[in-house]
Nanobody, 112 residues
Framework: QVQLAESGGGSVQVGGSLKLSCTAS????????MAWHRQAPGNERELVAV???????RYKDSVRGRFAISRDKEKNILWLEMNSLKPEDTAVYYC??????WGQGTQVTVSS
């Protein structure tokens, strides 16, 4: 059974940092793209960052330069390092693995 388990969310002030982790189990993930999405109240879920099987990355425009996605393919761990956080980054952050596996989400709250 495939499971994605996020951790590392919390509450921080504007300008602060958080590092999210996603531990994957139940399948081989080293050859799949993985990604972080987020969903704020009243908004649709949106892609934040994606990393390919060979390590190529792509970011949502509003987080580029502040967030960094990375992975450990041997340990099946995905990370999202978030710096210079803004109130608009407040959302539930979800780990995703191809083709359509999702974690349960972790809350990130940025307050001014």
């Amino acid at each position: 059974q495939v499971q994605l388990a996020e951790s590392g969310g919390g509450s921080v002030q504007v300008g602060g940092s958080l590092k999210l982790s996603c531990t994957a189990s139940g399948s081989r993930f080293s050859d799949r793209p993985m990604a972080w999405h987020r969903q704020a109240p009243g908004n649709e879920r949106e892609l934040v960052a994606v990393i390919s099987a060979v390590g190529a990355t792509r970011y949502k425009d509003s987080v580029r330069g502040r967030f960094a996605i990375s992975r450990d393919k041997e340990k099946n761990i995905l990370w999202l390092e978030m710096n210079s956080l803004k109130p608009e980054d407040t959302a539930v952050y979800y780990c995703w693995a191809a083709p359509a596996y999702w974690g349960q989400g972790t809350q990130v709250t940025v307050s001014s």
